[in-house]
């Protein structure tokens, strides 16, 4: 199978199933010093594993990371990062009806047409259990990043209709509430909301927003590799995500010129600033100093336990209820996947970035020649 790796510079590639013995992830090209443990990995990690609430799979998964390579006397070494953690709780059992149909908004019927074989298990690869991968490569990048003062927040902006009020936004609040919205009220209206879709036997979608903060002017590829563009690419890779906007986004198409273009100013420090952020951070492909913002619309669970139509592998057209552990909505575990894809395109790119000018390779490599040349000597 292609497809399983991300990025050129910071290169990821994960690994597993949703029922086979293991998840995993293997980081390639982070750089040598940086002070890594398990521990950092796994409270990302935490934020994502399964049970924390009744809006979650109950599926019981300790989602344990462990550090195969890469890593020595707690900080990595340049070479690749070996990550894995562990399957405990499977019950593929709960999959064995519907081995030979096809359900309705997952990948059973594409994957059967590319492969000519899927593995029913919870879908196997295109489980959101893959996704682990993800966010214990994203823990490195976000480390890196925090390093050098840039940081990633990502929060469910929406759970169906019932959307956050800008008049009550408190990002603190995202951590004292089960759908980590940063709007109290909304946060309850929002669970009387899947409440009821839950008693209904359905599921809900919803809106999750970030922004990256501390990122420097100068980010992102001009063509192919523009900032905006692989961002959106980092976050429609994430299964269950239907729509990527930055900055304004769809509403920049009702608006005009005068009203979008984001004035530029000067400081009290004298630097460039703009005086709005319409834009959501990306000018010509590369970031301009402001916050980066985004959003990402994510379909509701397709596992829901009311009758659907669908047909068999034979072509026999039947009634499907899918039984098991689905979580109601998956905006909520989805916000640190979220945050990990937007670490690792930034990371890539700005590795990227770092050969764009003659003087930042004067001032990288002809420091190591003068130390090495004074070493000889």
Known sequence: ????????????????????????VVVDGCPAGLPLCEADIQKYLNRRKPGQSKFTTQRQEGDQVEILSGVFEGKTTGTPIALE???????SRDYSAIKDIYRPGHGDFTFDAKYGFRDYRGGGRSSGRETIGRVAAGAIALKILESLGIGIRAYTKSVGPVAVD??????????????????????????TYLEEAMARKDSVGGVAECMITGLPP???EPVFDKLDASLAKAILSIG????????????????????NNDSFCLDSDGRIRKETNHAGGVLGGISDGSTVWFRAAIKPTPSIASPQKSVTRSGKEEELEISGRHDPIIVPRAVVVIEAMAAL???????????????WLHRIYGENAR????IAD
């Open 1 to 24: 199978m292609a497809g399983s790796t991300f990025g050129s510079q910071f290169k990821i590639m994960t690994w597993g199933e949703s029922h086979g013995k293991g998840i995993g």
């Open 85 to 91: 953690v562990r399957n405990q709780d499977q019950r």
């Open 166 to 191: 800008p008049e009550r936004f408190d990002l603190e609040e995202m951590w004292q509430n089960r759908l980590y919205m940063p709007d109290a009220q909304a946060a309850l209206e929002a669970e």
């Open 218 to 220: 100068g980010v992102g």
């Open 240 to 259: 269950a995500v239907k729509a990527f906007e930055i900055g304004d986004g769809m509403k920049a198409a009702l608006s005009t010129g005068s009203s």
């Open 345 to 359: 395109a930034v990371l890539d790119l700005m590795l990227a970035g770092m050969s764009s000018r003659m003087e």
């Open 371 to 374: 130390i090495f040349s004074d």
